[in-house]
């Protein structure tokens, strides 16, 4: 039976990775911090995005290519940066570079991966992101910065919503650290799930790599630091300022959830803003993101690159966001629900999905173009500005 046939939804796909995953992997993945209401919030924003279907329009062709921070995508989504990737799934990060670049997704590279730059950026190709979780020591990030652009990487993405650690509480009852301690109930997890197992045994045991290089250099970090340790620093307006000066190409500022932090970013050198809540893994208190998504836009005007990600499962998702002021959009833990059902294959599989349920919906809303999914959105019952604009 094909992956399409058994897997015909994201959905089918999660449920066959929480088979596939050790628990303490699975709730790393899935969890959020406090009651994961963040979580709830971000899907029930979408669902509520309804649109007008459009009939005897004639044929549609939808085309889906997007033009983003000069470079063109496949279509509108692309593979958000997950810490320690590499644990979910063997080889996750060098899987997922492998279909960026075959199917012309960006895939953006955690500074807390499992691999370095050095590995990712050459397979990632031109379809490479580097993402940035702020080191304290200007040295270091200054260093990390060289190697990102030297491997390859072409976008940074500076990630400014983690103040400080979060709880996760679904992740401390799983007894999971990170780095991974592992205790006798986790090797019983681990010897119930074969694939997993084995896979790690190849790749090797999940580390912060990057980190580690400069955690030897530390002469203040605690003996019992982790790589971590060095990243805990908490941004201000001066350190955006180093950042923007070090990097020659496309900056992106990552976590942005109000309209007037939104224009002084744009004030301040940023090329794009990515609207996130973190996936409620930072703050449970958080608006859900497509609500914040629409102020900024509302705040920035047309003009402003903004990326959105939050709860996205489906081509619809991504029209939806599309609709409220998006120009791309990004998932993160369905890439890996799709490496834990299927492995490598997962992740090409779940990139057709996409692609269908977004041409599936297009032709359904009557129109050929990404930007005109807006004119069939439903906004208290009527059709958004220029509907029959197609």
Known sequence: MTPDLRYPALSDLKTACKRRLPWF????????????????????????????????????????????????????????????????????????????QATRLPYCLSTVATRLPEEIGPIAGDMGWFQLYPPKDPA??????????????????????????????????????IPPKLTPSMLWQIARRPSWALGTLRHGTPRLRLMEDYLRLDGNAPSTAHPGYLLRAAPDWDYLRAVRDLWDGPLVIKGVLDAQDATRLRDAGADALWVSNHGGRQFDGAPDGLSALRQIRAALGPDMPLIYDGGIESGLDVLRALACGADFTMLGRGWHHALGALGETGA????????????????????????????????????GPNSNEI
């Not at 940074?156 to 679904?170: F, H």
């Not at 269908?356 to 005109?372: P, T």
Request: charged content about 20%; hydrophobic content about 45%.
């Open 25 to 100: 992997v699975w709730e790393y993945l899935d969890s959020a911090t406090g009651t994961e209401s963040v979580m709830r919030r971000n899907r029930a924003a979408l669902d509520a995005v309804l649109f007008c279907p459009s009939i005897l329009r004639g044929p549609v062709t939808p085309d889906l290519t997007t033009h983003f921070l000069g470079r063109d995508y496949a279509m509108p989504i692309g593979i958000a940066p997950v810490g320690m990737s590499g644990l979910i799934w063997p080889g996750a990060e060098a899987a997922l570079a492998r279909m960026a």
């Open 348 to 383: 090409t599989h779940l990139a057709r999905l996409l692609r269908d349920d977004l041409v599936a919906n297009m032709v359904q809303l009557g129109v050929n173009r990404l930007a005109q999914a807006g004119t069939r959105l439903l906004d208290g019952g009527k059709l």
């Open 140 to 177: 270091i990030r200054a260093d990390i910065l060289s190697r990102a652009r030297k491997a390859g990487f072409g976008v940074l993405v500076l990630t400014v919503d983690l103040p400080g650690p979060s709880r996760r509480e679904r992740q401390l009852r799983a007894q999971l650290s």
